[in-house]
């Protein structure tokens, strides 16, 4: 039967433009942070993180942005490519009895228009 | 980087039977795994933690009867949906953590897309 549950939003940008993928966290004792994209019938890849002590963090064409005191994250995609569209889904991880906890967030699916 | 393999990647079972998912980490010791579910254009769910040679420990609401999850090496954990139905249709993705690595980054398999008729 048909699942009930949030659908994912979606984010149709030009190529060449820049995305910004915004998500709320929850838990403010989470210390670290991830972003993760996911293609169609795959498990999530890893793309960039960042600790709690640090409000931002650049990659090779993304940036990630943390503002603690609204408990929010984004990311940012710049020149975004046909191979970019994907579900991006933030994740909050916290200590939980030795091990990280990763908790995700809803996702953002992301097109991009060639 | 570390890589984490799930089998099978596909998976048909009648209502009724019993299927078991793999979930190995290749070149590192883990200690602790995870098990999600997703549904369709939804987000990853936590199942259960896997514990080396300890008990599972499960997320609120779900049955670990009914998913039962073996931890017996440091390598290899295993995911067994007990008497599917097709409502147990869904993507189960496992991770893993290596304790060794300089950040607590979680490496995913693949997947497993569990289709039950």
Redesign the interface.
């Known amino acids: ?1 048909e ?1 009930v ?4 939003p979606t984010l149709s940008v030009q190529e060449g433009d820049n995305s910004i993928i915004n998500c709320a966290y929850s838990n403010s004792a989470s210390d ?1 942070f ?1 972003w ?1 994209k996911q293609e169609s ?6 793309i960039i ?1 960042i600790r709690s002590n640090m409000d931002k963090r650049q990659g090779q064409r993304v940036t990630v942005l943390l503002n603690k005191t609204v408990k929010h994250l984004s990311l940012q995609i710049a020149a975004t490519q046909p191979g970019d569209s994907a579900v991006y ?1 933030c994740a909050e ?1 916290r200590d ?1 009895g030795g ?9 953002t699916k992301l097109q991009v228009i060639p | ?1 570390a890589v ?1 393999s ?1 089998h099978p990647s596909w998976v048909i079972c009648k209502s009724g039977t019993s299927v078991k998912i793999e979930c190995r980490s290749l070149d590192f010791q883990a ?2 795994m ?1 098990w ?1 579910r997703q ?8 199942m259960a ?1 896997s514990n080396e040679g300890s008990k599972a420990t499960y997320e609120q609401g779900v049955e670990k009867d009914k998913f039962l999850i073996n931890h017996a090496s440091l390598t290899l954990s295993t995911l067994t949906v007990t008497s599917a139905h ?2 147990d249709s869904s ?1 189960y ?1 496992c ?1 893993a ?1 290596n304790p060794q690595g300089l ?9 497993t ?1 569990l289709t039950v008729v």
Request: overall charge positive; glycine content about 16%.
């Open positions: 039967g699942s549950g949030l659908h994912l670290y991830i993760y019938g795959k498990g999530p890849q890893f993180d889904f991880t939980s091990y990280q906890k990763v908790t995700f967030g809803i996702g | 980087g984490v799930q200690t602790t995870f999600y549904f369709p254009k939804q987000s990853l769910m936590l933690t097709p409502e993507f993705i991770s953590s950040n607590t980054e979680a490496f995913f398999g693949q997947g897309r």
